[in-house]
């Protein structure tokens, strides 16, 4: 089944402790994202990657870090987790493949991580 | 800079009524694309649909149908005889044309949430 799979699904750590979420596809998609959503202020992309070795920041990178070194991965990582990183983390990816023949594709959707830092 | 604005919050309508998503965007871009997508209760990122900008047709599904105006930077989503299970959140997004790096980013709109009494 064609997928996008995040772990853990749900975190509660406290400040500091460094953590890892996970984010693996089995489309072979170029594209991959990091996005949270919070109440209020609707999804926000954080850092993306149209393929091995390159990322880029999106509108909310600070605190966070990625890596894309195999084509299905893209964990992102909270070096120091605070408090105001409470929130609802998405993974997507996108084939990019119609870019070149005139449109977007869309983007496919983890099941989302809740991780909550006390 | 890329903006999109989602100004209805929430809307309840009952059972049957018909309802419209408003999605006003901005962009300096002249080629850009437009998505819609729906999060249930059960919180999936359900992808509804893409238009690019040079193409400004129109376009029905089923019950869904959207109309997209470039005059009025607008891509709006009307759901025709709504029913409960059209209760979600609705995420307007917009993608740029790619950087000379070939990077390109999503912004999402902070979603409308739709409840359908019945």
């Known amino acids: 089944e064609a997928q996008v799979t995040q772990n853990p699904r749900y975190l509660i750590t406290v400040t500091g402790k460094k953590l890892t979420v996970t984010c693996s596809q089995n489309?072979?998609?170029?594209?991959m994202s990091w996005y949270r959503q919070d109440p209020g202020l609707g999804l926000r992309q954080i850092y993306y990657s149209m393929n091995v070795e390159v990322t880029d920041k999106g509108d909310v990178p600070e605190g966070y870090k990625v890596s894309r070194k195999e084509k299905r991965n893209f964990p992102l990582i909270l070096e120091s987790p605070s408090p105001n990183q409470t929130s609802l983390y998405f993974c997507?990816?996108?084939?990019?493949?119609?870019?070149?023949?005139?449109?977007?594709?869309?983007?496919?959707f983890g099941p989302g991580t809740r991780l909550t830092v006390l | 800079a890329q903006k999109v604005t989602q100004a209805q919050t929430e809307i309840s309508v009952v059972e049957k009524e018909d309802v419209t998503l408003d999605c006003v965007y901005e962009?300096?871009?002249?080629?850009?694309?437009l998505f819609w997508y729906k999060q249930p209760p059960s919180g999936e990122l359900v992808f509804l649909i893409r238009r690019n900008s040079f193409d400004e047709q129109n376009e029905i599904s089923g019950r869904y149908s959207w109309n997209f105006q470039k005059s009025t930077s607008s891509f709006n989503f009307t759901i025709t005889a709504s029913q409960v299970v059209d209760s979600a959140v609705y995420f307007c997004?917009?993608?740029?044309?790619?950087?000379?790096?070939?990077?390109?980013?999503?912004?999402f709109g902070t979603g409308t949430r739709l409840k359908v009494l019945a």
């Open positions: 997004a917009l993608s740029e044309t790619p950087r000379a790096s070939g990077t390109y980013k999503y912004i």
């Open positions: 489309m072979n998609h170029e594209y």
């Open positions: 962009t300096r871009d002249t080629t850009y694309y």
């Open positions: 997507a990816s996108s084939p990019n493949s119609g870019r070149a023949r005139g449109w977007s594709d869309e983007q496919f």
